[in-house]
């Protein structure tokens, strides 16, 4: 009887000889196993010596795109353009007695000095603020936590403020980021918060990938390029202090640059009637909610150049924004127009304040604060009040 296994299903052992060097197996040398893998024999080479070449070029190279974006005035550890230590911050209303919060947009969050509203009134304040977000979602958040007993401080760009439609995209990512983090987002996070205060190369402005899409000179007709928006405003330290980004101060293309993005974004027209009634009875529910918990809501309205203050008043004028909205919702406020002794601080970009004027902003805006409110008290020993010759030098030599 015949068998009935074929001898092709008998698998013989290979004896696999040594291969010259650069030559592989084929399918022909491996009879009997299906789908064969190409083998190569790896050659000798020197891998020690290769790898320490691999190693110092990265260093190498490393270092030199760090030297690079120092030469930039980036710094270390800046956190501006991520929502994770915003987050973190907000997080802080559920775990500790939080006296002082400041929402706000860009304005307040540039141009509010934490320590020195620390020493005018030994409380520094959780900054709370979003660069280019309308304060009112954060409002309305901070207003539905049971935990926040205390004073919100809220800054008000009006044509900001009273947008429902852009400005509200910032402020719900972060909101959402602080309700829930992935593993992978919060280990991201927890790593680069161990390495950025030692890498300004890690500055999202100015990644690898941000300055090519840059490189874009409004080639393609009809498509709005890297040219129509901000490449970099603020800088953001530890504790949340914020500032407007160093290099702006001194360099007029880029400040120049930023002026005409500001110029584009508050389009000349006025904000429709029922929209602001909506934003009213929002922040009166928000307000209301504060209140009723021993806490208190007083706004505060940030300088803006006289240029950009122009297009700002033709979208939302004082009479129909800030002061309605004063009245509305019952509560106290600071606008710059009230505050003779800080008129005509240096705004390098015409809507953020310089550092020492930010500071001086600081000083004028918090003294009149601790008048308005019972949540908020002045220190005993007080520093000297500042005034716009302690930041602005031609100040000083227009009142010689």
């Known amino acids: 009887m015949a068998s009935s296994i074929s001898s092709s299903s008998v698998v013989h052992d290979i004896v696999r000889e040594p291969l010259p060097s650069g030559l592989r197996l084929t399918a022909a040398d491996r009879p009997g196993v299906a789908q064969p893998v190409p083998e190569r024999d790896i050659p000798d080479q020197p891998w020690r010596a290769m790898s320490l070449v691999v190693l110092v070029l990265v260093i190498l190279f490393t270092s030199l795109w760090e030297w690079k974006m120092r030469r930039l005035e980036l710094v270390p550890g800046d956190s501006s353009g991520t929502y994770d230590r915003w987050a973190e911050l907000r997080r802080q209303v559920d775990k500790r007695d939080v006296p002082v919060a400041i929402i706000s947009d860009s304005r307040l969050l540039y141009d509010t000095d934490l320590d020195r509203t620390a020493q005018l009134t030994g409380v520094r304040p959780l900054q709370l603020g979003i660069a280019g977000g309308s304060a009112l979602p954060i409002l309305e958040d901070i207003a ?13 760009a009006e044509s900001v403020y009273f947008d429902t439609v852009y400005s509200v995209t910032r402020p719900k990512k972060a909101l959402a980021l602080s309700r829930w983090e992935s593993p992978s987002n919060r280990a991201s996070f927890v790593i680069q918060r161990v390495i950025s205060p030692r890498l300004a190369m890690l500055d999202d402005s100015y990644q690898l990938s941000t300055l090519i899409f840059q490189l874009d000179p409004d080639w393609r007709r009809g498509v709005k390029g890297p040219y129509h928006d901000v490449w970099k405003v603020g800088e953001m330290g530890a504790g949340g202090q914020a500032w407007i980004w160093r290099r702006l101060e001194h360099d007029r293309r880029l400040s120049d640059h930023a002026r005409t993005v500001w110029h584009e974004h508050f389009q000349p027209f006025p904000i429709k009637d029922e929209n602001v009634q909506a934003i009213l009875a929002r922040t009166k529910i928000a307000v209301d909610k504060i209140r009723a918990r021993g806490g208190d809501v007083v706004f505060v309205r940030s300088p803006s150049a006289p240029d950009l203050r122009v297009v700002e008043d033709k979208h939302i004028p004082r009479a129909r924004g800030w002061d ?25 970009e015409s809507s953020h304040l310089s550092h020492a004027c930010a500071t001086v902003f600081t000083d004028a805006y918090i003294r009149v604060l601790a008048q308005q409110t019972s949540l908020l008290h002045l220190k005993s020993d007080l520093p000297p009040t500042l005034s716009t010759r302690d930041c602005v030098p031609s100040a000083v030599a227009s009142t010689d």
């Open 324 to 348: 309605p909205l004063l009245a509305y919702t019952h509560t106290n406020g600071i606008h710059i127009d009230d505050l003779p002794k800080v008129q005509n601080l240096t705004l390098p």
């Open 144 to 156: 539905d936590d049971p935990h926040f007993k205390g004073l919100a401080i809220v800054g008000m």
